[in-house]
């Protein structure tokens, strides 16, 4: 079976090492000083015995478990592990084998003053899985509620567990033609769950973008009960229950299992790369396609540095696609050609959405051999208003000078882009964290300063925390909402403020 | 200046009197017994003095506006007020001008044990502006909060007060070139505000069709403060704080103000009628358009008793239309109309669309009319899967026999339709209530006994309440929230459960 990696991304056999490692320094010390030293992978003493007694539902001790769920899959988190700093793993990791078993936990950990961490693929960059406070905490691995309950043809919709993980859940959607084409980066590594408590962003660029406009009926575990909704197309009776789950980032119950809304495999596709001689004119190209009621289901522009990097084109490119399985999508697709013909776009030979979805892939993996080379890299992700992009996509870079900074859209809407940062800087070998830390920190009081969101679809976790504001009425709701389902606050304690 | 009713729907000049009257009896008996008695509009005798003191607001204690904030504009409200049945009207009628003023008028509720009960445009046909307790309350018309504070045509959104109507926010779009597009059968007598406290259903048939979707941005003043959302077009962090607001019903607080998202008037429209011989293969129509990605504007299903009464055509008619501010839609259109013929549609030559737009508008009046006649007509509407539309609606029309049952699909999605029923019976003088009530009750046990909501955009009120059920999780969360934000419990008491 192919292991995952308990360090860095994904799969143990897609780190970067050997050769390509060398290439990737050689490449990036164009750019970055690097010290030509390569960070080991450090073989794990045991950790200490649990501190808690075993609980009553399937679980592991040992270290390779532990370790594994102690951190998510962050800068932060990776060079944490690399430096083998394991300083507040979970004393057991968990697997429920059903719903009842969730239930067990919760009336377990009540007894033993244990906090429980709801863990879907451990995918988190926000700190979402790892507990900062000082109490003896247990990770709740969801990976053996892992069915698909139900698929539903006539409606098409899927009834599965939140443990379940992208492809397998696309497997099995398959063979009816059908499919969730829901797509995270971390799809691979990330659960339905965990999309729906996170309000992960999918494969649409367009339209239907997050996990939330995909979601007919989700049922969560409380330490106060299971709540299920209605499972209707639309709804108008009251607040919508599924909506105060989604983004409750495993403070109010763990999702056992939800409902989604598929839809046929698309069978007409089109689509079509553009580079244009301005940064400004592809932006203004993309807000023109953005509100014209094309709803391309791919539309990412590249910024010219995230070009050049990803596929050797020196220009801020727009990678669009269409697709249907009713109807033609060329029309749609020249329609969207067109606009970018008026701001002075053109049609490239060469293939930068084929290269792209190539590097998309192999980033995450790119970034821990960064990490290994010394460099410190960051990728935080917003959303804006249209007429206020600009100047924050200035104030960014200037706040992190002099590092690198390049930017794509990952999805766009009528009144503005969701802007996607990757920051490349020079570190210093131990001061990774602080530099990091410091990154964050200036981005994120930009975000705030220019009235985006600190995050679109990466979730708050604990790195966001500091500059996640809700309102007070509104953070006030809240806590009372999480005093009435989870009282003795067992949950993901201090998450959103809560 | 034109006159609202005081006892029945919209314009006092709207309402069916004299030789239109007649003729609607004339029609209407060829279906139904009428006694040839025609209710009088009754002269008010003054209300007694206002048992609380006067409001430090902008307020009247006046028999007129008393009467007219008393009901909403359902069945049981027109006969209650032909009756000049008014047992419970609130004792004052708040205007407030300015935000602050809602505060005000909170503080001196507290003081003076007085329940407050939002108040838009008073269209409610569930009973959401009426007072069902004991104790004394105001009404809290918001409609002096009116103003259109922002037009961004750069994000294309538009900042308004929750009191301002339809057709004033429309009017100031215009000039623009923008439209929001919300066009609920009440438009022209509901307010922006009102919609958003009752997830108002709009304009469009797919899509985007609540104005939960049009909604950026909502400010909530509620008796523990003002709340108001970051202005972004898409958000990942934490539950979204506008989707607690949206179907609230005035229970937490008021909507002082909201952004809302606009567009560019469509220039390209392009529509057809098409009638079908059977009426499962014009519901199978419109499922393969609405799982086609096609996204009409309009797509209204009349069943062949609506399409007869309405149109005049004698069998089920489909009102299809497509628009952009873009790019032409006749390729589309001619996709949906080729679906259609694959289930055996033929397009029409005759105008139902705009028979259908005209009888659709004049709806409400006729209901009054019919009301005066002795005729007890009760609408509702709802949302299902696909696969239990045609049992709910065979049930539907059993459980109501012998009263004559219609059905248009106000909207469709691609899991399901929302059907919007309404329903005719012969009425007894004097007991039209309670007829009304045992329909209202038979045809809500089978909404819930086939798993189909209670209401898809007509909000809960206190006429739903009973078929209401959120979990009991989900319930004790919203109460929580209710006591952190109302503590005094003043707001519409009683709606949702709170």
């Given at each position: 079976?192919?292991?995952?990696?308990?360090?860095?991304?994904?799969?143990?056999?897609?780190?970067?090492?050997?050769?390509?490692?060398?290439?990737?320094?050689?490449?990036?010390?164009?750019?970055?000083?690097?010290?030509?030293?390569?960070?080991?992978?450090?073989?794990?003493?045991?950790?200490?015995?649990?501190?808690?007694?075993?609980?009553?539902?399937?679980?592991?001790?040992?270290?390779?478990?532990?370790?594994?769920?102690?951190?998510?899959?962050?800068?932060?988190?990776?060079?944490?592990?690399?430096?083998?700093?394991?300083?507040?793993?979970?004393?057991?990791?968990?697997?429920?084998?059903?719903?009842?078993?969730?239930?067990?936990?919760?009336?377990?950990?009540?007894?033993?003053?244990?906090?429980?961490?709801?863990?879907?693929?451990?995918?988190?960059?926000?700190?979402?899985?790892?507990?900062?406070?000082?109490?003896?905490?247990?990770?709740?691995?969801?990976?053996?509620?892992?069915?698909?309950?139900?698929?539903?043809?006539?409606?098409?919709?899927?009834?599965?567990?939140?443990?379940?993980?992208?492809?397998?859940?696309?497997?099995?959607?398959?063979?009816?033609?059908?499919?969730?084409?829901?797509?995270?980066?971390?799809?691979?590594?990330?659960?339905?769950?965990?999309?729906?408590?996170?309000?992960?962003?999918?494969?649409?660029?367009?339209?239907?973008?997050?996990?939330?406009?995909?979601?007919?009926?989700?049922?969560?575990?409380?330490?106060?009960?299971?709540?299920?909704?209605?499972?209707?197309?639309?709804?108008?009776?009251?607040?919508?229950?599924?909506?105060?789950?989604?983004?409750?980032?495993?403070?109010?119950?763990?999702?056992?299992?939800?409902?989604?809304?598929?839809?046929?495999?698309?069978?007409?596709?089109?689509?079509?790369?553009?580079?244009?001689?301005?940064?400004?004119?592809?932006?203004?190209?993309?807000?023109?396609?953005?509100?014209?009621?094309?709803?391309?289901?791919?539309?990412?522009?590249?910024?010219?540095?995230?070009?050049?990097?990803?596929?050797?084109?020196?220009?801020?490119?727009?990678?669009?696609?269409?697709?249907?399985?009713?109807?033609?999508?060329?029309?749609a697709l020249g329609r969207a050609v067109e606009i970018c013909h008026g701001h002075g776009g053109e049609v490239s030979t060469k293939d930068e959405a084929g290269q792209w979805r190539g590097a998309f892939l192999k980033a995450p993996y790119l970034r821990d051999g960064l990490v290994r080379l010394g460099v410190v890299v960051e990728t935080f992700e917003t959303a804006c208003l249209w007429s206020g992009f600009q100047q924050l996509h200035e104030a960014i870079v200037e706040a992190l000078s002099p590092a690198l900074v390049t930017c794509r859209f990952t999805h766009v809407y009528p009144d503005g882009p969701a802007p996607y940062f990757t920051v490349y800087a020079a570190g210093q070998r131990g001061g990774e964290l602080e530099l990091w830390d410091d990154l964050k920190a200036r981005a994120s009081h930009v975000l705030l300063a220019h009235g985006a969101t600190?995050?679109?679809?990466?979730?708050?976790?604990?790195?966001?925390?500091?500059?996640?504001?809700?309102?007070?009425?509104?953070?006030?709701?809240?806590?009372?909402?999480?005093?009435?389902?989870?009282?003795?606050?067992?949950?993901?304690?201090?998450?959103?403020?809560?």
């Amino acid at each position: 079976m192919r292991k995952r990696s308990w360090w860095g991304w994904g799969w143990d056999d897609q780190a970067v090492v050997g050769k390509d490692l060398d290439d990737l320094a050689q490449r990036v010390s164009q750019y970055l000083p690097l010290d030509g030293h390569v960070t080991p992978v450090p073989v794990l003493d045991g950790l200490p015995k649990p501190a808690l007694p075993q609980p009553p539902v399937e679980s592991r001790g040992d270290t390779e478990a532990r370790a594994a769920h102690t951190h998510g899959k962050a800068f932060r988190d990776v060079v944490r592990n690399l430096n083998a700093d394991l300083k507040r793993p979970p004393e057991w990791v968990i697997y429920p084998q059903h719903e009842e078993d969730i239930t067990r936990v919760f009336e377990w950990a009540i007894a033993n003053n244990a906090k429980v961490i709801p863990f879907g693929g451990g995918s988190s960059v926000t700190g979402g899985i790892e507990y900062r406070g000082d109490e003896p905490f247990v990770s709740l691995d969801l990976s053996a509620l892992d069915g698909v309950l139900d698929i539903d043809e006539v409606n098409l919709a899927v009834r599965a567990q939140g443990g379940i993980f992208g492809p397998a859940l696309e497997a099995q959607l398959k063979p009816h033609e059908l499919t969730l084409r829901h797509y995270p980066q971390s799809f691979e590594f990330s659960t339905f769950g965990g999309w729906i408590a996170t309000r992960a962003g999918g494969h649409y660029a367009t339209g239907y973008t997050h996990i939330d406009d995909l979601v007919q009926s989700v049922r969560i575990v409380t330490p106060s009960g299971v709540s299920e909704a209605q499972r209707v197309p639309a709804n108008g009776a009251g607040p919508e229950p599924d909506r105060m789950w989604l983004g409750s980032e495993g403070s109010f119950g763990v999702i056992s299992e939800a409902w989604a809304r598929v839809q046929r495999r698309p069978t007409f596709k089109s689509s079509a790369s553009i580079t244009f001689s301005g940064y400004s004119e592809s932006v203004a190209a993309v807000k023109e396609i953005a509100q014209s009621g094309l709803n391309p289901a791919n539309c990412r522009l590249l910024d010219p540095i995230e070009a050049m990097l990803n596929t050797a084109t020196p220009s801020a490119t727009l990678i669009l696609g269409f697709e249907s399985a009713d109807h033609p999508v060329d029309t749609a697709l020249g329609r969207a050609v067109e606009i970018c013909h008026g701001h002075g776009g053109e049609v490239s030979t060469k293939d930068e959405a084929g290269q792209w979805r190539g590097a998309f892939l192999k980033a995450p993996y790119l970034r821990d051999g960064l990490v290994r080379l010394g460099v410190v890299v960051e990728t935080f992700e917003t959303a804006c208003l249209w007429s206020g992009f600009q100047q924050l996509h200035e104030a960014i870079v200037e706040a992190l000078s002099p590092a690198l900074v390049t930017c794509r859209f990952t999805h766009v809407y009528p009144d503005g882009p969701a802007p996607y940062f990757t920051v490349y800087a020079a570190g210093q070998r131990g001061g990774e964290l602080e530099l990091w830390d410091d990154l964050k920190a200036r981005a994120s009081h930009v975000l705030l300063a220019h009235g985006a969101t600190i995050t679109h679809h990466h979730a708050v976790g604990r790195d966001h925390l500091p500059w996640y504001r809700p309102s007070p009425p509104f953070l006030a709701a809240m806590r009372a909402v999480k005093q009435t389902l989870d009282p003795h606050n067992i949950l993901n304690p201090g998450v959103l403020h809560l």
